[in-house]
């Protein structure tokens, strides 16, 4: 049958699935390696925040926050490095967020359930977030209005927080929430005011802060203390989905579609077809598959550049697969490995235009991999 909407990938028909020989599009090459410590590195991103700082990135591991520049030729300069005061904590996660006045920030959280705002301008804590009653997954920014961050929480429930103010303004849990942690959580691109969230409960929701909007924007005008503040409590999705068999440890949105990753060595890219009359009910259309071989552990995140033309994913054995998204069927367009690249990729980096990929590893090591195609060295 015919998908009731839509022809360009042929909504309703079989997904088409991408091939592993790589069409070698793109040729990248190791420009850096850089050993941070011996702890595992959980996390790795660019920031798309601020135009003037396209080129530096953040990472996490252990109890340390640590602030990069990717430089010309393959330099990687350390710009900064923030450690929390409690040696245990582990972060997991790190976002790039931005103040009222546009000032960096860098959002981490992990295994103690707290989130720390860094001023990236001085180097100190801006705010510290006590809500999640346990570990902190994954923290992503509202590029729209990049003082939103949202929190993903082996709590099973998501929170929204205004970085500014520091106010938990939504969370996103109860009778229609996850059922086990939630692994990943993302602000929708363009619909400033849906979600979607996914995690051990092998689902993906999707949720809508539209009639809760008025707390949002109370929230950066609250003058009282942050604990006073009437948070609310968004119980139900507009849409839940059974994609995957097993965890689902990293969702996207492309566009109204979204690409989901669970531990079954692929990405599934599909469209959420919401049942206007059946709130919480859906159609699950799935158009593409991208293989990504020795992929069946659980908690590695997968990136894209800017504009979504690629997405770059590792796997437990220290490879990348880049795929070009805008394309059907999907093309593989570079494979990345290295000798001495064995250690799982817990996550990439890609950067503005794809040009440089990032992976942070389990052994403590970043590598750099920069985009030599048209080099004529």
């Excluded at 079989?14 to 410590?37: I, M």
């Excluded at 972060?91 to 990236?120: E, H, L």
């Amino acid at each position: 049958m015919v998908g009731e909407t839509g022809k360009l990938f042929g909504l309703g028909c079989d997904p088409v699935v991408g091939s592993l020989t790589a069409s070698k599009k793109r040729e990248y090459r190791v420009t850096n390696r850089l050993q941070e410590g011996k702890r595992p590195l959980y996390a790795v991103v660019f920031n798309f925040i601020d135009s003037r700082y396209f080129n530096v990135f953040a990472t996490v591991g252990g109890n340390r926050v640590t602030v990069y520049q990717c430089l010309e030729e393959g330099v990687i300069a350390v710009l900064q490095s923030y450690v929390d005061e409690d040696k245990d904590e582990s972060f997991y996660t790190v976002s790039w967020a931005c103040n009222v006045d546009g000032a960096p920030f860098v959002v981490a959280g992990g295994i103690n359930g707290v989130i720390r705002v860094i001023d990236a301008g001085t180097e100190k804590i801006h705010k510290s977030f006590v809500g999640h009653g346990d570990s902190v997954n994954e923290i992503r920014t509202q590029t729209l209005r990049p003082s939103l961050v949202i929190s993903a929480s082996k709590d099973e429930s998501v929170r929204l927080w205004n970085v500014h103010t520091g106010i938990c303004i939504l969370i996103f849990a109860g009778a229609g929430g996850h059922r086990n942690e939630v692994l990943s959580v993302d602000f929708h691109p363009s619909d400033i005011y849906r979600i979607a969230s996914c995690g051990m409960d092998n689902t993906v929701k999707i949720w809508s802060m539209k009639e809760f909007w008025t707390y949002v924007e109370k929230s950066f005008t609250w003058t009282d203390l942050p604990s006073k503040f009437p948070t609310k409590y968004v119980q139900f999705p507009v849409y839940n989905a059974s994609v995957h068999l097993n965890y689902v440890d990293c969702n996207r949105w492309l566009g109204d579609f979204i690409l989901s990753k669970s531990v079954d060595n692929e990405i599934v890219l599909w469209e959420p077809k919401v049942k206007e009359q059946t709130p919480g009910e859906g159609v699950v259309d799935i158009l593409q598959k991208y293989p990504i071989p020795e992929c069946d552990i659980w908690f590695i995140k997968f990136s894209c550049d800017f504009h979504f033309d690629i997405a770059a994913v590792g796997n437990r054995e220290g490879k990348i697969f880049i795929w070009e998204l805008q394309s059907s069927p999907p093309v593989l367009i570079a494979r990345l490995s290295h000798p001495q690249s064995k250690s799982p990729i817990r996550q990439t980096a890609t950067s503005f235009d794809g040009s440089t990929i990032l992976s942070c590893c389990e052994d403590g090591t970043i590598w750099r991999w920069d985009d030599v195609t048209n080099s004529t060295t």
